[in-house]
């Protein structure tokens, strides 16, 4: 069983940065890409970044590129979500997520759909005050 526990949350302003941390339990975290989700109020969870199983691969939703960067110490099995230049539209519940494969990208596109991934955490809130 896989277990994932965000922590980092919590308030900024704009223009502000955070570091959201993952921590996860399992013997097997290394073999597996992963990703961070975020969920704003009253709208569906979208995509934020995923990496690939040795942090070789990245990948970032367009609204975070550039201001965002995912990582992740395979040895501390943790995952890293680093938040530069945060916005007001930045607030969300933010979540890290397992998928059960390796790498970030197959067949013409990469695993950004919450469906690619099978294990999440509980989420941690971020919010950026105008």
């Known amino acids: 069983q896989v277990q994932l526990v965000e922590i980092g949350g919590g308030l900024v302003q704009a223009g502000g940065s955070l570091r959201l941390s993952c921590a996860a339990s399992?013997?097997?975290?290394?073999?597996?890409?992963m990703g961070w989700f975020r969920r704003a109020s009253g709208k569906e969870r979208e995509f934020v970044a995923t990496i690939s199983w040795n942090g070789g691969s990245t990948s970032y939703a367009d609204s975070v590129k550039g201001r965002f960067t995912i990582s992740r110490d395979n040895a501390k099995r943790t995952l890293y979500l680093q938040m530069n230049s945060l916005k007001p539209e930045d607030t969300a519940v933010y979540y890290c997520?397992?998928?059960?494969?390796?790498?970030?990208?197959?067949?013409?596109?990469?695993?950004?759909?919450?469906?690619?991934?099978?294990?999440w955490g509980q989420g941690t809130q971020v919010t950026v005050s105008s």
């Open positions: 399992g013997r097997t975290f290394s073999s597996y890409a």
């Open positions: 997520a397992r998928r059960p494969e390796s790498f970030i990208y197959y067949s013409g596109r990469y695993y950004s759909r919450e469906e690619d991934y099978d294990y």
